[in-house]
């Protein structure tokens, strides 16, 4: 009953989702909306819509950290196949017949998805500092990507929490 959801492939990889995602993506979007309705006075209306385009730039971001691990590992010699979505964030894939690696490759692969979101932070922490004071939903869209990025896909990835970059690196570190 596991199905899984193919969204196409993009720069080689592949690109898929499990039904959890979609629970997921309508769950922000539920939280989202009650976010803008009730603590940013944005009407009912606008709250969805500017929730629903929230949602969508959390995935981007997320994405975006996920093409980091895939530029990291083109890099050492052993690249993924694919990225696969589930609940709110997403995991790597890698072949399957995959040799045993060294830790530093694991370590330069895991640290590939921080680098690039702490990237895309510190671009979008130029235009947020840039559009201060946030007088409309715009503007507080681009303050939630700069926070996402920061806190979730950043500093977020190295919390050693069992399926993150961090517990990658934790794993791995000493074996270096």
Do not use: C
């Not at 899984?4 to 499990?18: C, E, H």
């Not at 993506?25 to 500017?50: K, Q, R």
């Not at 130029?126 to 990025?149: E, K, Q, S």
């Amino acid at each position: 009953m596991n199905k899984i959801i193919r969204l196409g492939s993009l720069f080689g990889l592949k690109i898929l989702a499990q039904p959890t995602a979609v629970f997921g993506s309508l769950l922000l979007w539920l939280i989202f909306s009650l976010a803008g309705w009730l603590w940013l006075d944005l009407g009912v209306g606008t709250a969805v819509l500017t929730a629903l385009i929230a949602t969508f730039l959390h995935f981007l971001g997320e994405f975006w950290h996920q093409l980091g691990h895939a530029w990291a590992a083109k890099r050492t010699g052993y690249p993924m196949s694919g990225v696969m979505f589930l609940w709110v964030l997403a995991a790597s894939l890698y072949p399957q017949d995959e040799p045993e690696l060294p830790a530093r490759t694991h370590i330069r692969r895991a640290l590939g998805g921080p680098a690039a979101s702490l990237l895309m932070t510190v671009l979008m922490g130029l235009v947020v500092w840039g559009i201060r004071p946030y007088t409309n939903p715009f503007d507080y869209l681009a303050l939630f990507f700069f926070l996402d990025n920061l806190l979730v896909f950043t500093l977020g990835a190295f919390l050693p929490l069992g399926f993150t970059d961090g517990d990658t690196l934790r794993h791995y570190w000493p074996l270096r």
